[in-house]
C-alpha cells in the first residue's frame, strides 16, 4: 500500500530554533515530493523535489530529497511564530495521483 | 490573477441529507481534484478530474461522488451523509506536472 509517514506529528519550539521534519514514503512509480505549509485553511505549495541529493532553499527554509532511502526533510531555521502552521508532505506519481501524510503540528513560542 | 474558489465556506447538515461542494479552478487548469482533512487522518484524495473525465479516485464509498464540467469547474456531491463525513473538503487545481494549488476549503459539519 502507498503511504507517506511524518514525524513528529507535533512540535513545539520557541523563537530563534532550528527544526527539521521528516517524511518518509513508499510509493510506487514516484515522480516528486512536494512540501506544503498550511495556516488557515488552504495548504501554500514551499517545495518540489525530483532529485536526490540536491537541496532546495527559499529564505530560511530548506529541504532535501533521499530517493534511494526513501525521504525527504524540510529544515527551518531561526523559526518565528509566523512559521506556525502544519507542514504537509505529498507524493506525486507518475499516475498522477497524490499520496499525503498526516502532517507536522509546528508552533513557535514567542 | 484568481485562485481556487471554493464554495460554500461552512454548511450544516444533517444525517441522511445531501450536500454538493463547488469549485472554481485557476483560469487554464485542467486538472482539479478533491481531499477530504480530518484531523487524525490528514488529507485523503477523493478524485482526481481532468478535462471532464475523471482519472484517478481513492478509497471512498459510492455516497461521494463527483464531475467537472467543460469550463473545469468541479463539483463534488456527497449523499446520505453521515457524522463520520464532517471534515475540511480541500479542492486543488494544477496544469499537469505536480503543484496543486488549493482553494480555502468547504467546512462541513454533519449533525
Known amino acids: 500500500e502507498d503511504k507517506v509517514v511524518q514525524s513528529p506529528l507535533s512540535l513545539v519550539v520557541h523563537e530563534g530554533d532550528t527544526v527539521t521534519l521528516n517524511c518518509s514514503y513508499e510509493?510506487?512509480?514516484?515522480?516528486?515530493l512536494l512540501w506544503y505549509k498550511q495556516e488557515k485553511k488552504a495548504p501554500t505549495f514551499l517545495f518540489m523535489l525530483?532529485?536526490?541529493?540536491i537541496e532546495k532553499k527559499s529564505g530560511r527554509l530548506s529541504s532535501i530529497l533521499d530517493k534511494k532511502e526513501l525521504f525527504s526533510i524540510l529544515n527551518i531555521t531561526a523559526t518565528q511564530t509566523g512559521d506556525s502552521a502544519i507542514y504537509l508532505c505529498?507524493?506525486?506519481?507518475?499516475?498522477?495521483?497524490?499520496?499525503f501524510g498526516t502532517g507536522t503540528s509546528l508552533t513557535v513560542i514567542p | 490573477k484568481a485562485g481556487v474558489t471554493q464554495t460554500p465556506r461552512y454548511l450544516i447538515k444533517t444525517r441522511g441529507q445531501q450536500v454538493t461542494l463547488s469549485c472554481s479552478p485557476i483560469?487554464?487548469?485542467?486538472?482539479v481534484s478533491w481531499y477530504q482533512q480530518t484531523p487524525g487522518q490528514g488529507l485523503q484524495f477523493l478524485f482526481e478530474?481532468?478535462?471532464?473525465?475523471?482519472?484517478n479516485k481513492g478509497n471512498f464509498p459510492g455516497r461521494f461522488s463527483g464531475r467537472q464540467f467543460s469550463n473545469s469547474r468541479s463539483e463534488m456531491n456527497v449523499s446520505t451523509l453521515e457524522l463520520g463525513d464532517s471534515a475540511l473538503y480541500l479542492c486543488a487545481s494544477s496544469l499537469g506536472g505536480g503543484v496543486l494549488t488549493f482553494g480555502a476549503g468547504s467546512r462541513l459539519t454533519v449533525l
Open positions: 483560469s487554464g487548469h485542467r486538472s
Open positions: 478530474y481532468f478535462s471532464e473525465t475523471q482519472r
Open positions: 510509493v510506487t512509480n514516484f515522480r516528486s
Open positions: 525530483t532529485s536526490s541529493g
Open positions: 505529498a507524493v506525486y506519481n507518475t499516475g498522477n495521483q497524490f499520496y
